[in-house]
């Protein structure tokens, strides 16, 4: 996994997000409900990002989506598969998962944040717990 590492300066590069490793094709879910904003490819790759209202949004790259731009999502959806071939990736497939809370200035102003930082409800950590063989959640 390689961890949030924001820039110091906007402008600056950085790592703004986490990567996860995961077997290629596995089922990505959304996390929240939200409408799909994007489902296309940047640079030659599948991203995927999802508006869940309140300013988040969620993006995740290399993902093939089985979502269409203006789709709404609830929490559990299928979304799309993870693909292999990111960038720095150690292992044959990583999700980069991305968030980012609008600041309320101009476009583009937004505030990356920690995607991990929201995988608590209420105080109470999301415990991740193993699929059984054969069934590609993640």
């Given amino acids: 996994?390689?961890?949030?590492?924001?820039?110091?300066?906007r402008?600056?590069?950085?790592h703004r997000g986490v990567d996860l490793a995961a077997p290629p094709l596995v089922v990505i879910?959304?996390?929240a409900a939200g409408t799909v904003v994007f489902a296309?490819?940047?640079?030659?790759?599948?991203?995927?990002s999802i508006d869940h209202g309140g300013g988040l949004r969620t993006t995740?790259?290399?993902?093939r989506a089985t979502v269409r731009t203006?789709?709404?999502v609830t929490t559990g959806d299928t979304v799309?598969?993870?693909?292999?071939?990111?960038?720095?990736?150690p292992v044959q497939a990583c999700l980069h998962w991305g968030a980012r809370l609008a600041s309320g200035g101009p476009p583009g102003d937004d505030d990356y944040i920690d995607p991990?930082?929201?995988l608590s409800v209420h105080d109470r950590p999301i415990r991740l717990k193993p699929t059984l063989p054969g069934d590609g959640a993640a």
């Fill in 40 to 48: 296309g490819a940047v640079g030659g790759r599948p991203v995927l």
């Fill in 80 to 89: 799309g598969h993870l693909v292999a071939g990111h960038a720095g990736c």
């Fill in 60 to 63: 995740y790259e290399p993902v």
């Fill in 1 to 9: 996994m390689r961890p949030f590492d924001p820039p110091a300066q």
């Fill in 70 to 72: 203006g789709d709404g």
């Fill in 29 to 31: 879910r959304a996390p």
């Fill in 116 to 118: 991990l930082s929201l």
């Fill in 11 to 14: 402008w600056l590069s950085g």
